[in-house]
Protein backbone atom coordinates (compact mmCIF):
# COMPACT_ATOMS: atom_id res chain seq x y z
CA UNK A 1 0.00 0.00 0.00
CA UNK A 2 1.74 2.97 -1.02
CA UNK A 3 1.99 6.19 1.49
CA UNK A 4 -0.32 8.72 2.05
CA UNK A 5 2.08 10.65 3.68
CA UNK A 6 2.95 14.46 2.84
CA UNK A 7 6.44 14.86 1.69
CA UNK A 8 7.52 18.46 1.10
CA UNK A 9 10.13 18.22 -1.97
CA UNK A 10 11.09 21.66 -2.62
CA UNK A 11 10.66 25.24 -1.29
CA UNK A 12 10.84 28.50 -3.04
CA UNK A 13 11.56 31.64 -1.44
CA UNK A 14 11.14 35.40 -2.66
CA UNK A 15 10.70 38.52 -1.04
CA UNK A 16 9.01 41.48 -2.35
CA UNK A 17 9.06 45.09 -1.05
CA UNK A 18 7.49 47.82 -2.40
CA UNK A 19 4.36 46.26 -3.64
CA UNK A 20 3.15 46.11 -7.68
CA UNK A 21 5.30 49.40 -7.78
CA UNK A 22 8.63 47.80 -6.10
CA UNK A 23 11.34 44.90 -6.14
CA UNK A 24 10.67 40.79 -6.14
CA UNK A 25 13.50 38.46 -5.31
CA UNK A 26 14.54 35.27 -5.20
CA UNK A 27 16.78 33.68 -2.40
CA UNK A 28 18.50 32.19 -4.87
CA UNK A 29 18.59 35.91 -6.30
CA UNK A 30 17.83 33.88 -9.98
CA UNK A 31 14.86 36.15 -9.77
CA UNK A 32 15.51 39.96 -9.13
CA UNK A 33 13.13 42.42 -10.67
CA UNK A 34 11.15 45.49 -11.20
CA UNK A 35 7.14 45.28 -9.97
CA UNK A 36 5.38 47.05 -11.67
CA UNK A 37 1.24 47.71 -11.94
CA UNK A 38 0.77 45.98 -16.18
CA UNK A 39 1.68 49.00 -18.01
CA UNK A 40 -2.05 48.95 -19.80
CA UNK A 41 -3.04 49.80 -16.19
CA UNK A 42 -0.54 52.67 -15.97
CA UNK A 43 2.57 51.24 -15.12
CA UNK A 44 6.10 51.43 -16.08
CA UNK A 45 7.49 49.62 -19.07
CA UNK A 46 10.22 46.99 -18.62
CA UNK A 47 9.19 46.08 -15.26
CA UNK A 48 7.19 42.17 -14.65
CA UNK A 49 4.20 42.12 -12.73
CA UNK A 50 2.39 38.86 -10.42
CA UNK A 51 0.01 37.62 -13.06
CA UNK A 52 3.11 37.99 -15.72
CA UNK A 53 5.10 35.81 -12.81
CA UNK A 54 2.22 33.58 -12.32
CA UNK A 55 1.39 33.37 -15.76
CA UNK A 56 4.84 32.05 -16.86
CA UNK A 57 4.99 29.29 -13.77
CA UNK A 58 1.56 27.63 -14.32
CA UNK A 59 2.58 27.31 -17.95
CA UNK A 60 6.35 25.54 -17.37
CA UNK A 61 4.40 23.35 -14.37
CA UNK A 62 1.17 22.76 -16.72
CA UNK A 63 4.18 21.03 -19.69
CA UNK A 64 5.62 19.01 -16.42
CA UNK A 65 2.64 17.88 -15.62
CA UNK A 66 1.78 17.04 -19.46
CA UNK A 67 5.66 15.39 -19.96
CA UNK A 68 4.73 13.03 -16.93
CA UNK A 69 1.46 11.77 -18.43
CA UNK A 70 2.97 11.07 -21.84
CA UNK A 71 6.22 9.31 -19.98
CA UNK A 72 3.34 7.49 -17.87
CA UNK A 73 1.88 6.36 -21.34
CA UNK A 74 5.20 5.42 -22.95
CA UNK A 75 4.54 8.41 -24.98
CA UNK A 76 6.78 10.84 -25.66
CA UNK A 77 5.72 14.80 -26.33
CA UNK A 78 7.03 17.19 -29.49
CA UNK A 79 9.74 19.06 -28.16
CA UNK A 80 7.95 22.15 -29.80
CA UNK A 81 5.05 21.48 -27.65
CA UNK A 82 3.31 24.63 -26.11
CA UNK A 83 1.54 25.63 -23.04
CA UNK A 84 0.32 29.15 -23.12
CA UNK A 85 -1.06 30.36 -20.17
CA UNK A 86 -2.99 33.83 -20.07
CA UNK A 87 -3.68 34.93 -16.22
CA UNK A 88 -6.68 37.51 -16.09
CA UNK A 89 -7.18 40.00 -12.80
CA UNK A 90 -10.89 41.15 -12.62
CA UNK A 91 -12.36 43.39 -10.12
CA UNK A 92 -15.82 42.46 -8.46
CA UNK A 93 -17.23 44.76 -6.40
CA UNK A 94 -13.97 46.54 -4.10
CA UNK A 95 -12.33 42.59 -4.34
CA UNK A 96 -10.07 41.64 -7.21
CA UNK A 97 -9.75 38.30 -8.47
CA UNK A 98 -7.79 36.10 -10.87
CA UNK A 99 -8.71 33.45 -13.82
CA UNK A 100 -6.36 31.10 -15.96
CA UNK A 101 -6.75 29.58 -19.75
CA UNK A 102 -4.15 27.39 -20.70
CA UNK A 103 -4.21 26.63 -24.47
CA UNK A 104 -1.68 24.22 -25.07
CA UNK A 105 -0.94 22.63 -28.06
CA UNK A 106 1.05 19.22 -28.28
CA UNK A 107 1.99 19.45 -31.75
CA UNK A 108 2.07 15.34 -32.28
CA UNK A 109 -1.31 14.17 -30.74
CA UNK A 110 -4.65 13.74 -32.58
CA UNK A 111 -7.17 16.12 -30.94
CA UNK A 112 -9.00 13.18 -28.89
CA UNK A 113 -5.18 12.14 -27.26
CA UNK A 114 -4.55 15.81 -26.43
CA UNK A 115 -7.41 16.31 -24.77
CA UNK A 116 -7.45 13.39 -22.23
CA UNK A 117 -3.43 14.37 -21.80
CA UNK A 118 -4.92 17.50 -20.68
CA UNK A 119 -7.31 16.76 -18.51
CA UNK A 120 -5.31 14.43 -16.77
CA UNK A 121 -2.59 16.95 -16.79
CA UNK A 122 -5.02 19.71 -14.84
CA UNK A 123 -5.55 16.67 -12.29
CA UNK A 124 -1.85 16.39 -11.39
CA UNK A 125 -0.15 19.72 -11.93
CA UNK A 126 0.51 21.69 -8.69
CA UNK A 127 -0.81 25.22 -10.03
CA UNK A 128 -3.96 23.12 -10.97
CA UNK A 129 -4.89 21.87 -7.86
CA UNK A 130 -3.57 24.44 -6.01
CA UNK A 131 -6.22 26.90 -7.80
CA UNK A 132 -9.01 24.08 -8.02
CA UNK A 133 -12.28 25.58 -6.08
CA UNK A 134 -10.41 29.09 -5.84
CA UNK A 135 -9.90 29.98 -9.55
CA UNK A 136 -11.91 29.42 -12.67
CA UNK A 137 -9.20 27.89 -15.30
CA UNK A 138 -10.59 27.31 -18.86
CA UNK A 139 -8.65 24.78 -20.51
CA UNK A 140 -8.43 24.90 -24.41
CA UNK A 141 -6.18 22.95 -27.04
CA UNK A 142 -5.24 24.81 -30.39
CA UNK A 143 -7.03 27.77 -29.24
CA UNK A 144 -10.39 25.91 -28.74
CA UNK A 145 -11.85 25.19 -25.41
CA UNK A 146 -12.74 22.23 -23.76
CA UNK A 147 -15.84 21.91 -22.29
CA UNK A 148 -15.72 22.31 -18.92
CA UNK A 149 -16.19 19.25 -16.38
CA UNK A 150 -17.65 20.25 -13.07
CA UNK A 151 -14.64 18.84 -11.19
CA UNK A 152 -12.42 20.97 -12.67
CA UNK A 153 -14.13 24.22 -11.32
CA UNK A 154 -15.45 22.83 -8.24
CA UNK A 155 -16.58 25.17 -6.00
CA UNK A 156 -15.63 28.41 -7.96
CA UNK A 157 -17.87 31.19 -7.40
CA UNK A 158 -20.62 31.55 -10.04
CA UNK A 159 -19.39 35.37 -10.65
CA UNK A 160 -15.86 35.14 -10.44
CA UNK A 161 -14.57 34.09 -14.31
CA UNK A 162 -12.07 34.59 -17.49
CA UNK A 163 -13.01 37.76 -18.62
Known amino acids: MASTEKKTLYTADATAIGGRSGHVRSS ?3 IDLDMSVPEGL ?3 KGATNPEELF ?3 Y ?7 LLVIAQRAGDRLDP ?14 EAYGLSAVLDVDLKSFDREKTIDMV ?8 YSVGTRGNIE ?27
Do not use: M, W
Open 42 to 44: GGK
Open 80 to 93: QTEVKCSVSLFQDG
Open 28 to 30: SGT
Open 137 to 163: VELRVQGEPLPVQAEENAGVAANGGVQ
Open 55 to 57: AAG
Open 59 to 65: SSCFQQA
Open 119 to 126: RQAHKICP
